[in-house]
């Protein structure tokens, strides 16, 4: 009989998507295989895996991609374009440092003014998102090298507090002693990376990386340090593996250069607005983290732990008029926002032959000081002034689950479970007079999650059907501001609920060469009570809820391998979002692409030459719920070529990248609902890079 035994993988989130992951990949694939599928990469160029032998949920509807990355592929600017590998995940950059990417999973996470909203974001097993669901990967190395798995629909719902997916980057191994030094010069952003790695299982990296926006005042500068260790035993025992990581992120500034308008973008499209120089907005940032991941074997089957701890500390000045300060309830021009974070996650599976039960437990705190100043000084702007605001919030979060999976035969298999959400929300506020009352007040929700999942996974040929409920609660963020312009607690907003359906299927050729695999999956998700931008303004946002809306389309990738040194790669997806019921009802969500594709052609000559030539389209979208402006579509052609050269020690590789061949001009992305008109971030133009790594 099978013994569906747990799959060793590094850096694993410590908490139910681990599970699934490992019992499926039992399921569908054999041990020789799965070395295979690890071992097989054809070059340095980044990679999509979607097959038989990729890392997968609990039946085969529940599929997770994986995004192979090498040395060098994700730089400071390039990231956008290498998530855009992954179906179903939307990537944009908003040619803006101080706001981050803006990610969104099935026209989830568009709506965020900054940071990275509805996706559930892990960096080595430790979690990058708060627990109240804001996450932002500004800590993330400049040429971070390892694996990047994404999955969206009834996995990211049973994750708990995340509406969009599960986005986890997982760094390569330590596997001996080394480095490699990277020195990276264009327009966009130039700057130097070194990273050096141990015997004993140690790698401590630095980089320092200033960076220019396609638009004036957009300049910023980024500063990373890491420190990692990683312990495997050879011999047998019940620790199986132990990783300890330090990671430091400093930007002593990033500048804001705001929204255009439609008539400013169509005058000048790298032009900036006249308020973001008038009032210098900008933001500052750091943050330092610690975490530790490990599993350990135990006579009743493997648990995993991971614990965190950390410190975030922003401050950013907006673009708020005095006169819109003169309200004594107002919290200011200026955020100055420290946050302390920390958590535990532990999971136990238990079981052995055809059926396992996993059990576990996620606790997360986040304690956060928030204060506001005005903007001026008498008629000096962009300076800090008076205290507007003083307040301390915390968040505390608590999601126990347990997963049932059975094996009825070795290529089915059948998955249900049920998590439980609870998140409490607290607010002291300690800037109360005669004409700011005490706006102190606190917030609960709780949801019970259940996921039901089928699936067949053949050697060849897999489909799955997945079924599971949605639960994603406001952000302290959104919680920041009322509709009515007065002063604490939004105690209007409710969470979101959905219900999601998903069916897919994927194949792949037995032979080698030509060799030929794709996906495919339908899905269907209707939401109330969704959480949607009021006004936005100045980079704050008021938040509400509509009536209810819905979401369905389909994501079909493939690879095609021709040759041993070509490969054609590809993925596109159709989305239908629109609002249900309520005044806004048939109209299109905001910021949502109805369709988007992205098609590649990698090239691997003799050894030392490398090529990929890839072209990626999208449709126009709405900037707010009424539908009243819509960006035209946009194409792009990138191409990146890399030739390796001789060194005394080590390998060094040379590589070009020419982003935006044809310099195209379009909205990278946009700001939902900004009150004065200012929806538009412009993407960058043609972009030459060239950097130089040396590795010994």
């Given at each position: 009989m ?6 060793r ?6 908490g ?5 992951l490992?019992a ?6 054999a ?13 340095t160029?980044p ?10 949920t609990a039946?085969?509807?529940?599929h ?5 990355i090498e ?12 998530l ?8 944009r950059s ?5 706001q981050d990417l803006q990610l ?24 990058a998102?708060?627990p ?7 800590q ?7 694996d ?7 996995l990211?719902?049973?994750y708990?507090n995340a509406g969009?997916?599960l986005?986890?980057?997982v760094s ?8 490699q ?8 952003a ?6 050096c ?7 401590a ?6 960076l220019?926006?396609p638009?004036?005042?957009s ?20 620790m199986?593996?132990l990783?300890?990581r ?6 002593p500034?990033?500048q804001?250069?705001?929204g255009?308008?439609a008539?400013?973008?169509?005058e ?7 308020n ?8 500052r940032?750091?943050q330092?983290?610690?975490g ?7 006579s ?5 732990l991971a614990?965190w ?7 950013q000045?907006?673009a ?37 039960l996993?059990?576990?437990?996620r606790l ?14 008498g ?8 205290l ?6 915390r ?7 347990l997963?049932?999976?059975?094996w009825p ?8 479970g049920?998590?439980?959400s609870r ?11 005669v ?8 917030r ?16 060849q040929?897999?489909w799955?059907?997945?079924w599971?409920?949605g639960f994603?609660a ?10 009515d312009?007065?002063?604490?607690f939004?105690t209007?907003?409710?969470?979101a609920?959905s219900q ?15 060799a ?6 339908l899905?269907n ?12 303004s100045?980079g704050?946002s ?19 391998r021709?040759?041993?040194?070509i490969?054609?790669?590809?993925n596109?997806?159709w ?8 005044a806004l009802?048939?109209?299109?969500l ?7 594709a ?16 890839s ?7 709405f900037?707010?719920?009424r ?17 390796r050269l001789?060194?005394?020690t ?23 609902n ?14 030459l ?8």
């Amino acid at each position: 009989m099978r013994q569906p035994g747990y799959r060793r993988w590094r850096g694993g989130s410590g908490g139910v998507g681990s599970l699934l992951l490992a019992a499926a990949w039992q399921a569908g694939a054999a041990p020789e295989q799965a070395k295979a599928a690890v071992s097989q990469k054809a070059s340095t160029l980044p990679r999509v895996e979607v097959s038989a032998q990729a890392e997968r949920t609990a039946g085969a509807a529940l599929h997770e991609r994986t995004l192979q990355i090498e040395a060098g592929d994700a730089s400071a600017t390039e990231l956008a374009d290498l998530l855009d590998r992954l179906p179903g995940l939307y990537a944009r950059s908003r040619g803006n440092f101080a706001q981050d990417l803006q990610l969104s999973a099935r026209g989830h996470g568009t709506r965020s003014s900054f940071g990275i909203r509805s996706l559930r974001l892990y960096i080595d097993g430790i979690p990058a998102s708060a627990p109240d669901g804001q996450g932002q990967l500004s800590q993330l190395p400049p040429g971070f090298a390892g694996d990047v798995h994404f999955a969206s629909g009834p996995l990211a719902a049973f994750y708990g507090n995340a509406g969009g997916g599960l986005l986890r980057f997982v760094s390569a191994p330590i596997e001996g002693g080394g480095g490699q030094l990277a020195v990276r010069g264009g327009r966009a952003a130039q700057g130097i990376s070194v990273q050096c790695d141990w015997e004993a299982g140690w790698r401590a990296s630095l980089s320092r990386f200033e960076l220019q926006g396609p638009r004036p005042h957009s300049r910023a500068r980024r500063d990373h340090g890491a420190a990692s260790w990683q312990w495997q035993p050879t011999a047998d025992g019940a620790m199986q593996d132990l990783d300890v990581r330090l990671d430091h992120f400093n930007s002593p500034f990033s500048q804001d250069p705001l929204g255009l308008s439609a008539e400013q973008f169509a005058e000048d499209p790298f032009g900036t607005s006249p308020n973001a120089q008038l009032y210098n907005t900008r933001k500052r940032s750091r943050q330092s983290q610690l975490g530790l991941h490990g599993k350990l074997n135990t006579s009743l089957g493997q648990a995993q732990l991971a614990s965190w701890i950390g410190q975030r500390a922003i401050e950013q000045y907006l673009a708020v008029p005095p006169t819109a300060q003169a309200n004594p309830r107002s919290g200011g021009g200026v955020i100055d926002l420290r946050r302390d974070f920390s958590g535990i996650e532990l999971d136990h599976r238990f079981g052995r032959g055809e059926a396992a039960l996993s059990l576990g437990l996620r606790l997360e705190r986040q304690d956060e000081t928030r204060l506001g100043f005005e903007n001026f000084v008498g008629s000096q702007l962009g300076v800090r002034g008076a205290l507007r605001r003083n307040e301390r919030n915390r968040v505390d979060s608590a999601d126990p689950y347990l997963l049932l999976e059975w094996w009825p035969r070795d290529d089915w298999q059948l998955a249900t479970g049920l998590r439980h959400s609870r998140l409490r929300y607290r607010s002291i506020d300690r800037f109360v007079n005669v004409d700011n009352p005490d706006d102190s007040g606190q917030r609960q929700f709780t949801a019970s999650i259940p996921m039901l999942a089928l699936g067949y996974l053949g050697e060849q040929f897999r489909w799955g059907l997945a079924w599971a409920r949605g639960f994603e609660a406001p952000t302290g963020v959104e919680l920041a501001y009322r509709a009515d312009g007065e002063s604490g607690f939004n105690t209007e907003l409710r969470p979101a609920r959905s219900q999601l359906l998903e069916v897919s299927a994927g194949w792949q050729s037995a032979a080698s060469e030509p060799a030929l695999s794709a996906d495919l999956s339908l899905f269907n998700e209707r939401l109330r009570d969704e959480l949607v931008v009021l006004q936005s303004s100045a980079g704050r946002s008021v938040f509400g809820n509509v009536e209810a809306s819905r979401r369905r389309g389909i994501e079909a990738s493939g690879r095609l391998r021709l040759t041993s040194a070509i490969e054609l790669t590809g993925n596109a997806t159709w989305l239908d979002a629109r609002f249900v019921g309520g005044a806004l009802d048939g109209r299109r969500l905001p910021a949502v692409a109805p369709r988007f594709a992205r098609l590649g052609l990698q090239w691997q000559g003799r050894s030392d030459w490398l090529a990929e030539l890839s072209l990626q389209a999208g449709s126009g979208v709405f900037v707010d719920d009424r539908n009243s402006l819509r960006t035209a579509g946009h194409s792009r052609w990138d191409l990146r070529i890399e030739r390796r050269l001789a060194a005394t020690t080590g390998q060094a590789v040379l590589a070009l990248g020419l982003d935006n061949l044809l310099d195209r001009h379009y909205v990278g992305s946009v700001i939902v609902n900004e009150s004065n008109g200012r929806f538009l971030e412009t993407a960058a133009g043609r972009e030459l890079s060239l950097e130089l790594r040396w590795a010994y």
